[in-house]
T-cell receptor, first 112, second 115 residues
């Protein structure tokens, strides 16, 4: 089955700096890679996703890059703000999207 | 459009008891997945249902079971509760019928505490 590893588990950055979170996956057939943000006490919510036919996708201060050869994808947050503080999860659904394996999460703290 | 609704929000049970959690997906969504979230283990996949059929199951003991009704509402049952079952149980619904990836929308979760 799919195995997803996520690093780092915690990340502290100064406000305005960039943050990068990396995930690797094992199933080369995976073709959809979402990122979820979970604020304290709230439900996970999708912030960005990427499909295997593109290498990068941007949405304002957030970007995701995908390297299918190396089987890893990364979340990039630029100009971080205190409201970016949350736990971020990457995920790799198995082909057929019937089973989703999540990374173990990265707790991001943005220090004002 | 209403989001994913989970009931109850909080539950306290005693070891050995059984519990049933409910999840109502977004209207039109036929796929419902269940996850267990704990501080040390992140989000662990329990199972996924589509059109009343369980299509995949995670690595949990048989004490964890579920079902889906014709209106796509889903229930999850845990029998013979153990202290280690204390966790936040999240369900997520999506429009996907399989083969393509689509956004999963999560409910607020049910916080289960086993004492």
């Amino acid at each position: 089955g799919e195995n997803v590893e996520q690093h780092p588990s915690t990340l502290s950055v100064q406000e305005g700096d960039s943050a990068v979170i990396k995930c690797t996956y094992s199933d080369s057939a995976s073709n959809y890679f979402p990122w979820y943000k979970q604020e304290l006490g709230k439900r996970p919510q999708l912030i960005i996703d990427i499909r295997s036919n593109v290498g990068e996708k941007k949405d304002q201060r957030i970007a995701v890059t995908l390297n299918k050869t190396a089987k890893h994808f990364s979340l990039h947050i630029t100009e971080t703000q205190p409201e970016d503080s949350a736990v971020y999860f990457c995920a790799a659904p198995s082909p057929g999207y019937q089973k989703v394996t999540f990374g173990t999460g990265t707790k991001l703290q943005v220090i004002p | 459009k209403a989001g994913v609704t989970q009931t109850p929000r909080y539950l306290i049970k005693t070891r050995g008891q059984q519990v049933t959690l409910s999840c109502s997906p977004i209207s039109g969504h036929r796929s419902v997945s269940w996850y267990q979230q704990t501080p040390g283990q992140g989000l662990q996949f329990l199972f996924e249902y589509f059109s009343e059929t369980q299509r995949n199951k995670g690595n949990f003991p048989g004490r964890f079971s579920g079902r889906q009704f014709s209106n796509s509402r889903s229930e999850m049952n845990v029998s013979t509760l153990e202290l280690g079952d204390s966790a936040l149980y999240l369900c997520a619904s999506s429009f996907s019928s399989g083969g393509e990836g689509t956004e999963a929308f999560f409910g607020q979760g049910t916080r289960l505490t086993v004492v």
